[in-house]
């Protein structure tokens, strides 16, 4: 069965350090991988998506940047964090299909809080 | 574009009873394919449920079931037999044909199961 990891689970950064959120995938192989953003109480932002080792879909303009150096690792980075960074991050994973019935499967999440 | 939305920001629900989250979506594209999660305060989101633009039939999957009415583009999601594990926020999700690597998420609703 797969299964999806991210870690740290809660990090707690001062304003201007950097960033890397960690998300690995065991079970599969060649996912399509998501990073997502949540603000407290509020809905889901695609951050990046990524179909395959290096390529890197962006869909938000903002200090942050995705890797995929291997093909179940995904890491969320940034040089500067802002205080709007602050938020739930959420890695997800899908089978690398068109099909429209395959769903996406989540991480554990990380709380990053920016101070 | 692809759209999903969710109005109800906030409900309440007596246990046992049964309760309808509302979505609705617009798309141009003639396969697609309707999601609904489940989030705990956790944060941890929860595959619930699935619809394909070509069922004919609406989904079920135990307690939840989705009314699908295609020509009003509305893929409520019904949970019967309210529980107090029932108790969280509930996204509704959609994934089109032609941009298949990307899911649109809707606000979200927070569902609260009264004892």
């Known amino acids: 069965s797969q299964t999806i990891h991210q870690w740290p689970a809660t990090l707690v950064q001062p304003v201007g350090s950097p960033l890397s959120l960690e998300c690995t995938v065991e079970?599969?192989?060649?996912?399509?991988l998501y990073w997502y953003r949540q603000a407290a109480g509020r809905g889901l932002q695609l951050l990046f998506y990524?179909?395959?080792?290096?390529?890197i879909s962006s869909e938000v303009p903002q200090n942050l940047s995705a890797s995929r150096p291997q093909d179940r690792q995904f890491i969320l980075s940034s040089k500067k964090l802002l205080l709007s960074d602050s938020g739930f991050y959420l890695c997800?994973?899908?089978?690398?299909?068109?099909?429209?019935?395959?769903?996406?499967?989540f991480g554990p999440g990380t709380r990053l809080l920016v101070l | 574009a692809q759209k999903i939305t969710q109005t109800q920001p906030g409900m309440f629900v007596q246990e046992k009873e049964a309760v309808t989250l509302d979505c609705t979506y617009d798309?141009?594209?003639?396969?697609?394919?309707l999601f609904w999660y489940k989030q705990p305060s956790s944060g941890e989101m929860i595959f619930l449920i699935y619809?394909?633009?070509?069922?004919?039939q609406n989904a079920t999957e135990g307690r939840y079931s989705l009314n699908f009415q295609k020509a009003r583009k509305s893929a409520n999601l019904v949970i019967s037999a309210s529980q107090l594990g029932d108790s969280a926020m509930y996204f509704c999700?959609?994934?089109?044909?032609?941009?298949?690597?990307?899911?649109?998420f809707g606000s979200g609703t927070k569902l609260n199961v009264k004892p």
């Open positions: 997800a994973w899908k089978h690398f299909s068109p099909k429209v019935e395959e769903t996406q499967y």
């Open positions: 079970g599969t192989s060649n996912p399509n």
């Open positions: 990524s179909i395959g080792i290096g390529q």
């Open positions: 798309t141009s594209d003639q396969s697609y394919g």
């Open positions: 619809q394909g633009s070509y069922d004919e």
């Open positions: 999700a959609m994934r089109g044909e032609y941009n298949f690597n990307k899911f649109y």
